[in-house]
């Protein structure tokens, strides 16, 4: 606004310098045109003039009459209408001729003028000062030559009046604008002729405009004044009306300017609300658990929120140079896009699915993704118009963990399902079991009784040795059998390991293809682990077994035995061991060899590459099962095509601590005492009494429980001890046993079962039994276990 005046200020000063300026060159130029006008009307007179004074010297004037002078003086200016009156004088001023005769004549000595004239010299031409007519009492003035004789003595003059309105009136025509002075002054400043008012009014004094020029050619000058108020008249209007157009302007700024403060301090206020507001979204946005982002249609991220980006691992800004499918598992590219363009078709306001991403290190994400189209409109700017666009927000739940739990359930469930298989093919197997081991009973106790009947050094003593061998075998394997349904319920017992392995590869090589060849090289005399003998004879069969199906078309079977002592842990391809002594068993075949992907499942329980039917798939599951028992690891290599090679690594014990191995021959004999014997199974009966009585005892047998308790109550203190069944029908081996205890408190009662479980064993201490022994009965067992619980 101090600008806006300052401008005013200066460009009304400006102006009125031009309008000076132009005023000075309009005046100097009039000035110019009217001493160029003036100088021609006194030409005019100055001729007369001369013309007359000729006249005058040449005709005599005295001579002749004085009405002819006159009437040449008035023929002389007739038609020359600034010359009012033509008078010749004499040297004494006294008036001649005229030509206004009528006049009363007047003696021009006294002027100033013609003192002047007379004081000239030659042809001298005078302006007189302004006159008053003595005649007619009008101002003029007058111009006047010098008449002089030959001898150049002033013999008088003619004088012309001017007629002082002619050059008025001239002036005043010129002389357009009010407060215009215009006079004609002569070269000492006398005014001859003067137009300006103010002059004759007496206004002097206040600043005027003024230009001067020379009248060509006569003593004379024309001043022009001009009122340099009146000059700047229209420039101080117009300077008026500009201030009042500043000012308004100015007062329309001022409003403009507290309008504006208005607006300013209403947009704050406005602002200040949406970025309160636009925090707490944000708030929302960047706090939220769930990924949100906003996506164009077909185009990149817009936003995404810091749990989006954690999700995928990508910063916002990376995300803004990204479109969907750049982070998409390639796989669900695909499905997101076609649920997109779903939404974009319109009918559909949000789609929900499955997908995944790949977070920027590699690893799959699990999202579960809620679309939903919005449609937000643009912001109208300078040029494109306000337009509507469509966005996809959507909400990113990561799901991966979740997956992860159920695949895990899933997992557990097939385990339990393979378990609860397991359980019922225990099951299964633990009543053929019990069946099978009645049979083997049988053959076990008639075998033994045989072999007492034998001469010793027969061939027929040695066969019936080896069907006992078989049997007792197959006992274990039974056990065995029951062991794996029933996992955990083994007695362990310092085991002499060579022997074992030298005996099952003995009975191996009975069944060993003439193509294979058997190389076994047992350099662990003196090891020894805590276990059973039956498992030990498990590992070694299963192993080979599983090595002679590799070689179809033969090829070299070799176990090797010796011990290793480990000073630090070591880890083998399956499972890992800790530092100790160990006993290692190595069986390797030149076989087919195992491809990875089979190496990693062939311990999974039912897993088989053989034929249904010929192969169960429990081979290996039963080996880890067994090592892992023993705290053992196992250590596989192979080639496909080369062969396998399974090592076993198995903890031993100080061998000391062995007891000898059981004297087969050395058995105790009773004394007679009666023995309670009880099995459902008739021939199992008939060989436990001929066994009983061979080994010094009287046998009492029953084939049912019932009975057996009906003949133990009829008499208590008939019998010395009891050897009962366990599984019966109606009352079982731990009932009779009970009840036994119930009547004679001391008895010592033996309970034989096919299988042991830890429950039935606890069971059965609670019962009152003193000693449990494992079908099939083996002779010795008894002979010691009676002889340990009836002392002589
Ligand atoms: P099964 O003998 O009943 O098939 P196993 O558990 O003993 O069950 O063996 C599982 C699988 O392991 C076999 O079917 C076979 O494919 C593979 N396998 C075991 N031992 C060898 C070996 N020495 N050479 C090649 N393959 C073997
Ligand atoms: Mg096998």
């Known amino acids: ?53 000729g006249w005058a010297l040449d005709a005599k004037i005295a001579q002749d009459s004085r009405a002819a002078a006159d009437r040449f003086l008035r023929e002389e200016i007739a038609g020359v209408p600034q010359v009012r009156q033509l008078d010749i004088v004499d040297a004494t001023g006294q008036r001649i001729a005229t030509t206004l005769p009528d006049s009363p004549a007047a003696n021009v000595s006294k002027r100033a003028y013609f003192k002047a004239v007379q004081r000239a010299s030659g042809n001298a031409l005078v302006v007189s000062e302004p006159l008053v007519s003595i005649i007619d009492g009008r101002p003029t003035f007058a ?58 009014s007496g206004q002097a004094g206040r600043p005027v405009l003024s230009a001067r020029k020379q009248v060509p050619e006569f ?27 500043t000012g308004a302007l100015s007062l329309l700024v001022v409003g403009l300017g507290v309008a504006l403060m208005r607006r300013l301090q209403q947009l704050g206020r406005f602002t200040r609300r949406l970025q309160s507001s636009q925090r707490r979204w944000r708030a929302v946005f960047d706090n939220a658990p769930a990924g949100i982002m906003l996506l164009r249609p077909r185009g990149r991220y817009v936003a995404a929120n810091p749990a989006f980006q954690r999700m995928v691992g990508y910063s916002s800004t990376e995300l803004q140079n990204l479109t969907a499918t750049d982070i998409t598992h390639p796989e669900d590219v695909e499905i997101t896009r076609q649920h997109i363009e779903r939404l974009l078709q319109g009918g559909l306001q949000s789609v929900r699915f499955e997908k995944r991403y790949q977070h920027r290190d590699g690893y799959t994400v699990w999202t579960d993704v809620r679309l939903a189209r919005v449609t937000v ?136 293809p003439a193509c294979i060849r058997l190389e076994a090289e047992l350099n662990a005399p003196k090891a020894h682990i805590e276990g059973d003998p039956a498992h030990l004879d498990q590992l070694v069969t299963n192993l080979c077994v599983n090595a002679i199906h590799a070689m179809p078309g033969g090829g070299t079977l070799r176990v090797v035995l010796d011990t290793l002592d480990l000073d630090a842990a070591r880890s083998l391809s399956h499972g890992a061991v800790e530092a100790g002594h ?41 080996v880890d099962g067994i090592v892992r028992e023993y705290g053992g690891g196992i250590d596989v290599s192979t080639m496909v095509g080369a062969g ?136 010795a067992e008894l002979a010691r276990t009676l002889k340990h619980l009836l002392p002589d």
């Open 377 to 512: 409109s643009e912001q109208a700017s300078g040029k494109d118009p306000a337009r509507e666009e469509d966005v996809i927000v959507a909400t990113v739940e990561d799901v991966t963990q979740r997956r992860e739990d159920e695949q895990a359930r899933r997992q557990l469930e097939s385990q339990l399902r393979q378990s609860q298989k397991l359980e019922a093919l225990g099951t299964f197997a633990g009543g053929i079991a019990h069946d099978f081991n009645n049979i083997l009973g049988a053959i076990v106790g008639y075998g033994e009784l045989a072999l007492q009947a034998l001469a010793d050094e027969t061939p027929e003593q040695r066969y019936v040795a080896q069907v006992l061998k078989s049997a007792d075998r197959a006992r274990s394997l039974v056990e065995r059998i029951l062991t794996f349904s029933r996992s955990g319920l083994t007695t362990r017992q310092p085991v002499h390991v060579q022997p074992i392995v030298q005996d099952s590869i003995e009975m191996l090589k009975v069944r060993l």
């Open 1 to 53: 606004m101090v600008l806006l005046w300052i401008g005013a200020v200066t460009e009304s000063f400006r102006s009125r310098q031009l309008v000076l300026q132009s005023n000075d060159r309009e005046l100097s130029s009039l000035a110019s045109a009217l001493a160029e006008q003036t100088a021609r009307s006194l030409q005019g007179v100055e001729f007369i003039l001369r013309r007359t004074s």
């Open 582 to 622: 160990f006993v290692r068993l190595a069986v390797s075949d030149s076989g087919v060899g195992m491809a990875p992907d089979l190496l990693e499942r062939i311990f999974n329980p039912f897993f088989t590459t053989r034929k249904a039917g010929e192969g169960t798939g429990l081979g290996l599951a039963l």
């Open 219 to 245: 003593q004379l000058t024309v001043d022009i004044t001009r009122d340099e108020a009146l000059a700047l008249h229209t420039w101080r209007v117009s300077t008026i009306y500009d201030f009042m157009g």
């Open 143 to 200: 111009m006047a030559t010098r008449l002089e004789d030959e001898h150049g003595r002033f013999k008088g003059a003619v004088v012309a009046l001017i007629e002082d309105g002619y050059f008025l009136d001239f002036y005043r025509q010129v002389d357009a604008d009010e407060g215009t002075g215009i006079t004609l002054r002569r070269e000492d400043g006398a005014p001859v002729v003067s137009s300006d008012n103010r002059q004759r």
């Open 644 to 779: 396998s090679q399974f090592e076993l690594l198995l903890p031993t014990i100080d061998s000391h601590t062995s007891q000898p191995r059981e004297d087969e021959k050395a058995c105790p004999y009773g004394e007679g005492q009666t023995i309670l014997l009880v099995d459902d199974e008739e021939a199992l009966v008939r060989i436990g009494e001929e066994r009983l009585a061979e080994l010094g005892y009287e046998p009492a047998g029953f084939v049912s429980s019932d009975a057996a308790w009906q003949a133990f109550r009829a008499d208590p203190q008939r019998f010395d001890a009891v050897v009962t069944d366990q599984t019966m029908p109606g009352i079982t081996g731990v009932e009779l046993a009970r009840m036994i205890r119930s009547l004679r408190a001391e008895i010592p009662i033996i309970l034989v079962s096919g299988f042991s479980s830890p429950a039935l064993e606890a069971q059965a201490r609670e019962a009152g039994v003193n000693a449990q022994l494992r079908k099939p009965l083996r002779r």
